[in-house]
């Protein structure tokens, strides 16, 4: 029996935020927090939730770049953009409609667009040489 495949579902909003985040009122933070709760409640009841969680703003991101003898480390996002990743949801769907079906609840949900992109589920691996 294969597992089930896993989608990463990317909420994608304005970096630009207020007292109510990137919402236009408190009124409507608060109804996206109930809609959104209720969405993952639904991902809960029907099996599809594996983990979710939402991000601080992009301006507390700090970049790593371990390539070179010593990692370099940067105040601020990788990439410099007027949409930021402000969460996102791991689900469980039989197949890509699924997925695409659920980020459409998602989206409405937290009145962002979301993103759904499969999990790998085959990574090659080479074997390497001795030292």
Request: with cysteine.
């Amino acid at each position: 029996m294969s597992p089930v495949p896993r989608y990463l579902l990317s909420v994608h909003g304005p970096a630009e935020r207020t007292e109510s985040g990137t919402h236009p009122s408190q009124e409507a933070m608060l109804r996206v927090f109930a809609d959104t709760g209720a969405f993952n409640g639904r991902l809960r009841r029907d099996g599809h939730f594996v983990f979710a969680g939402g991000l601080e703003p992009a301006t507390t991101a700090t970049t790593v770049d371990g390539q070179g003898e010593r990692p370099a480390f940067t105040d601020g996002p990788y990439l410099e953009t007027q949409e930021y990743l402000g969460g996102f949801w791991v689900v469980e769907a039989a197949d890509l409609d699924v997925a695409l079906a659920l980020a459409a609840e998602g989206s409405k949900a937290c009145r962002c667009a979301v993103e759904a992109r499969p999990f790998r589920t085959e990574v090659p691996v080479r074997e390497l040489p001795e030292p």
